[in-house]
């Protein structure tokens, strides 16, 4: 793989930036080839991808008219997708696998005599804790906040709030246990 290092970041030359002036990556970064990576385009938009983060090939991350967070050491894996219009924030050391799809905003659904695609957007907001784990194709709707220390497992869909050092399964996504009843943290070493 091909990489362009400026300012301590490695990018592949493969992958694609637009929206430049309202993007921040941090020093360390990794972004793989194929990648989409869209800084905000308007408003107080902005796409921030903290130090020593990661994201894998073909990853999609558009902040569009949103505002996204990513925090520090942070891995978003293959095929993963990361937008909306909402806000959504993402914290240290957390884990986003393959084919994950984490969308902040939402067609209203109940204007009346228009098709879905063309009903309004609703902006929402997702804030996912530090050092979390969201599974291979797991998705995560708008308005949603996942506490420090979590699992979501493979496939989930999480539409409602998931408190602190649980593992959350399922469609839609229910409690299944405590991360830390009776075994170590998956992130204890």
Do not use: Q
């Not at 996912?128 to 493979?154: L, Q, S, Y």
């Amino acid at each position: 793989m091909t990489l362009l290092r400026a300012r301590g970041i490695e990018c592949s030359v493969a992958a694609f930036f637009e929206n430049t002036s309202r993007l921040n990556i941090g020093e360390g970064c990794l972004i793989e080839a194929f990648s989409v990576i869209k800084g905000g385009e308007g408003g107080d938009s902005a796409l921030n991808i903290g130090s020593f983060s990661r994201v894998r090939k073909n990853a999609y991350i558009s902040a569009t008219d949103g505002h996204i967070d990513i925090g520090k050491n942070v891995l978003i894996a293959h095929n993963a997708w990361i937008g909306g219009r909402g806000s959504i924030s993402i914290g240290d050391e957390t884990l986003i696998g393959p084919n994950a799809v984490i969308v902040s905003s939402n067609h209203d659904l109940s204007a009346t005599g228009v098709p879905a695609k063309d009903a309004p957007e609703i902006k929402g907001r997702i804030k996912i804790g530090r050092r979390c784990w969201v599974g291979a194709n797991a998705t995560i709707v708008p308005n949603v906040e996942i506490g420090d220390g979590c699992i979501v497992a493979a496939g989930s869909v999480v539409v409602a709030d998931v408190r602190s050092h649980t593992l959350v399964a399922g469609n839609p996504a229910k409690f299944i246990r405590n991360v830390l009843d009776n075994e170590k943290s998956p992130f204890e070493y």
